[in-house]
């Protein structure tokens, strides 16, 4: 059995309302596990955390990010591999979605909605982590 993790990163992508400006958050329907879960991906050879999880974002959403603080690492099995997957809180920037084989949804939902609808209650934590380091940063 191979022990080693699997290295991954991503992001709890986060944008004002453009209706309403309160918080929302970004989640993304992945078909192949028909999942709710926050833009996140394998890292490439040698390739950085935080330039894994800009790249991943951007693929999986259409939206550039702006990481801002470094949210929990979670640590979990897939596969009956260990994978370690690395989050930050990032801002989202103009963009559009256009569905894609990995995601075919997302969701700009208020915290409290994204947290219910994240299939995976870990992701929800990050939500929270999420709102703890925006209010800390104001």
Known sequence: MNDTPVLAAGCV??????VDGDLEVCL???????DWSHPK????RD????DGALREVAEETGYPAALGSEL???HYYANGRPKEVRYWA?????????????????L???PSQARER?????????????????????
Do not use: C, M
């Not at 992508?13 to 453009?18: E, H, K, M």
């Open 118 to 138: 994240l299939t995976q209650p870990r992701d929800a934590d990050l939500v929270n982590e999420l709102l703890t380091s925006l209010h800390n940063t104001q």
């Open 41 to 44: 991906g394998k890292l490439k």
């Open 47 to 50: 390739e950085d955390a935080t």
């Open 72 to 74: 929990s690492t979670v």
């Open 13 to 18: 992508l986060w944008r004002r309302s453009p």
């Open 28 to 34: 993304v329907h992945r078909p192949k596990y028909d």
């Open 90 to 106: 990032g801002e989202a920037g103009e963009g559009h979605f256009t569905p894609n084989h990995e995601v075919d949804r997302i």
């Open 108 to 110: 700009w939902l208020p």
